[in-house]
């Protein structure tokens, strides 16, 4: 039996039927310094809540899945130290061990499908390394957009990775990728990229319906719907490229791979950019935050 808890907030809105939007919580172990990690989740969740839904950061501690937080819970993770980063591989093991973790993208999309959510707001979704060719470095939440029925809003992919090969894995798997609102598809800091995307919405009502019409059509898997980063607060393509070429020839010149990875390259981005990267990662996910809880309202009306 897995040792599910649900914050208050949530169990009440799960027993009223009101929408409700999973969050994932390596924002807030691995994203960002203490206290701004916690004042960013905060804004996030009461984003959530001023936009007609409730939200549910989750994450494993001491052995027990939490699907949301308290306000004690969540700022005794924000200034944890050495705590684990869980993707699909890891979750159950740190469950059954006692650990406690941080839930990347598929972790959270696993615990969230498992606690009934449909919809999470992340930052951006992980992908296809550069030089996969070579590394076969892929982030296991492209798979788990593939299988776990989970609505994902982001700002694309972390402009970090390979942008085309991330969109031919997404396509290859079959999972449907919808730029909200343009034709181009989002990359994380900048609005745009050179990517056509395979899909456009411009409504959040279309958004919910696809949602349940694949769970009609019984099709597995998510969508992952690509919001663009609000205007004011993105940094152009052209500024960002040069900066991700020098973070990304220092991670190799120092031998760091795997999981270490995202973290290096969006801490030395955030130096390079003199802290203008993590401004633009906050206004994004904010941004998130607003689509899935219109996209969660709406899909409470919608019958399963």
């Known amino acids: 039996m897995i040792p599910l808890h649900y914050a208050p907030e949530v169990e009440a809105a799960k ?4 929408p409700i939007v999973a969050l994932e919580s390596t924002i807030i172990t691995h994203g960002m310094p203490y206290p701004q ?16 839904a409730v939200p549910a950061t989750i ?7 939490h699907i949301g937080l308290t306000e004690a819970q969540l700022e005794e993770l924000g200034q944890a130290t050495e705590v684990a980063k869980l993707s699909r591989a890891d979750i159950a093991a740190s469950i059954a061990t006692g650990g406690t ?7 959270t999309m696993i615990a969230a499908r498992y606690a009934g959510i449909e919809v999470f707001a992340t930052g951006g979704i992980g992908g296809v390394h550069r030089g996969a060719e070579l590394s076969f470095d892929i982030s296991a939440d492209l798979q788990e957009l593939a299988q776990t029925a989970v609505t994902v ?6 402009a970090i990775l390979d942008l085309p090969k991330t969109l031919e894995v997404l396509e290859t798997l079959g999972v449907p990728v919808i730029a909200y609102g343009q034709d181009a598809l989002p ?19 279309d958004i919910a319906k696809a949602h349940r019409m694949r769970g009609a059509l019984g099709l597995p898997g998510g969508q992952l719907i690509t919001n663009p980063i609000p205007a004011e607060a993105e940094i152009p393509a052209a500024t960002l490229s040069p900066i991700i070429e020098q973070a990304l020839s220092e991670a190799a010149a120092h031998g760091i791979d795997g999981k270490s990875v995202t973290p290096f390259l969006l801490n030395r981005i955030f130096e390079l950019t003199e802290g203008a990267s993590l401004k633009a990662n906050i206004a994004l996910v904010l941004n998130n935050a607003r689509l899935a809880a219109e996209i969660s309202r709406n899909l409470t009306e919608i019958p399963r």
């Open 15 to 18: 027993a009223a039927g009101q």
């Open 37 to 52: 990690n916690v004042e960013t989740a905060r804004s996030v969740e009461q984003t959530i809540r001023d936009h007609g």
């Open 59 to 65: 994450a494993v501690i001491k052995g027990q899945l």
């Open 101 to 107: 973790g941080a839930t990347t993208v598929a972790a």
């Open 153 to 158: 809003v982001a700002a694309g992919a972390k």
């Open 187 to 205: 990359a994380f800091w900048s609005r745009v990229s050179e990517l056509k995307a395979p899909l456009r919405m411009d409504d959040a009502a």
